[in-house]
């Protein structure tokens, strides 16, 4: 038991400083039209569970997997 415990407490801050590293990144998305009329439509700054966010709707179902296609997806570095 004390073995178990010893473990856990050796984990504990890995856990906790990658919940605590998790940030939001920053975006620029522009879809392209390769899927014809199942291109993504990315509508920007909507209140996606409580944050602003690009909403990226639409795309191609094939089976249970969803596509997007995007011309351009930039994510900012911060360092």
Sequence with gaps: ???VVYRF???SPFVLYSL??????LAQI???NTLGNESSVVTPNVDVKG???DLIE???IRESNLFHSFSDF????FG
């Design 51 to 53: 944050a602003l966010a």
């Design 20 to 25: 605590l590293a998790a940030t939001t990144a």
């Design 1 to 3: 038991m004390k073995a």
């Design 9 to 11: 407490l050796q984990a």
């Design 74 to 77: 930039n994510v900012a570095e």
């Design 58 to 60: 639409g795309g191609a």
């Design 30 to 32: 522009t879809p392209d």
